[in-house]
């Protein structure tokens, strides 16, 4: 069994994405002896900015955090770190890891509320809701014809944890679910699949595309100028997934000159504040056929429930000296403390 008298649990997040007293009680309510007793210790910040990491707060054995804690690598008795966000790209691209630490995620872990959201997207944008919306707060009663999801295609780039859920969700709307993925198998309620690489003909065929797949070299920029022209034109776009993954300007150009029937965008360009921003002079401010909200689309009541479960679970596991679950694969680290009992 793990020993640390006290064990110092680190709780960071950004403001915008919850409350760490959140996690604490979930950590309180599963070890509230051990708690009282002070034999676990546990430390919330709002920021993880290296100004808001105290140095007394050096001695941290385990973090939990929805954004980098820049002073990670002081941490010389650290012996894991859970990250909070469905991606954990940031941590990746961030490359200050220390070799021996394993960093866990909860993959999919998004996926029911980010589900949720891309099929109330849908609607709002085949049933015309915001502009119902729109004449209802200018006292005006005009019919609005809408489309039906019934029988149309949705393309889901990524048929990851996320991507399965979105899947899982159309089918009963009776669509034609297809989709992208590194390797060609059956998939539970995808009605196609295609190759990572053949990601073109997914945009070709959808009706309502939607992005749902990890940042990386071949994903950056996907959505440009070829590729919107690719789709249909009574087409729209939905992008839960990192703003990166399409150029803005050609996605402004796609709206304003009809390439493209409409989008719905959720993630953006700039990265401070956290999780992403977009400012009130965007040009995107400007379109009129498309839905921005501001990265919630993962963020419900039951957020905080989900992660800091997995988090909780992971440190009972850690203190029993077992291995932790979902370590994420590259970050496996070198943790000396797992012994059998």
């Not at 708690?35 to 007394?56: W, Y």
């Not at 961030?94 to 394993?102: L, N």
């Not at 940042?215 to 100028?225: A, I, K, V």
Request: aromatic content about 8%.
């Amino acid at each position: 069994m793990a020993s640390f008298n006290p064990l110092n649990i680190l709780v960071a997040l950004q403001p915008g994405l919850g409350s760490p007293v959140e996690y604490e009680e979930l950590i309180k309510e599963r070890y509230p002896e051990k708690v009282a007793k002070g034999e676990i210790r546990i430390r919330l910040i709002q920021k993880g900015s290296a100004e808001s990491i105290p140095d007394e707060y050096l001695d941290t054995h385990i973090v939990g955090s929805g954004v980098i804690v820049e002073r990670v690598p002081e941490m010389k008795d650290l012996q894991w770190i859970m990250s909070f966000s469905a991606g954990i790209d940031h941590w990746q691209k961030w490359g200050k890891v220390p070799a021996h630490v394993p960093l866990t995620y909860l993959p999919g872990g998004s996926g029911i509320p980010i589900s949720e959201f891309v099929i109330g997207l849908m609607l709002n944008l085949a049933k015309k809701f915001n502009q119902l919306w729109d004449q209802q707060k200018e006292n005006k009663f005009i019919r609005v014809r809408g489309e039906e999801l019934y029988g149309k295609t949705i393309g889901i780039i990524g048929l990851g944890g996320i991507g399965r859920q979105i899947a899982r969700r159309a089918k009963p709307f009776d669509m034609r679910v297809i989709g992208t993925d590194i390797q060609i198998m059956d998939i539970p309620h995808v009605d196609e699949i295609f190759l990572s690489d053949q990601a073109d003909e997914v945009i070709r065929q959808s009706d309502f595309l939607v992005l749902s797949c990890p940042e990386t070299d071949q994903t950056r920029e996907m959505m440009n100028e070829r590729t919107f022209k690719l789709m249909k034109n009574s087409a729209y776009l939905i992008n839960c997934a990192r703003g990166s993954l399409i150029v803005k300007e050609d996605l402004v150009k796609a709206l304003k000159e009809g390439w493209i029937a409409g989008a719905a965008n959720d993630t953006h360009w700039i990265k401070d504040p956290l999780p992403s921003y977009l400012p009130p002079e965007d040009e995107l401010w400007e379109c009129e056929n498309i839905i921005i909200s501001p990265h919630i689309s993962s963020w419900t009541d039951q957020y905080a429930p989900r992660f800091g479960g997995a988090f909780v679970d992971n440190i009972e596991r850690f203190l029993n000296g077992q291995p932790l679950l979902n370590v994420v694969p590259g970050f496996e680290g070198n943790p000396q403390w797992i012994k059998n009992t």
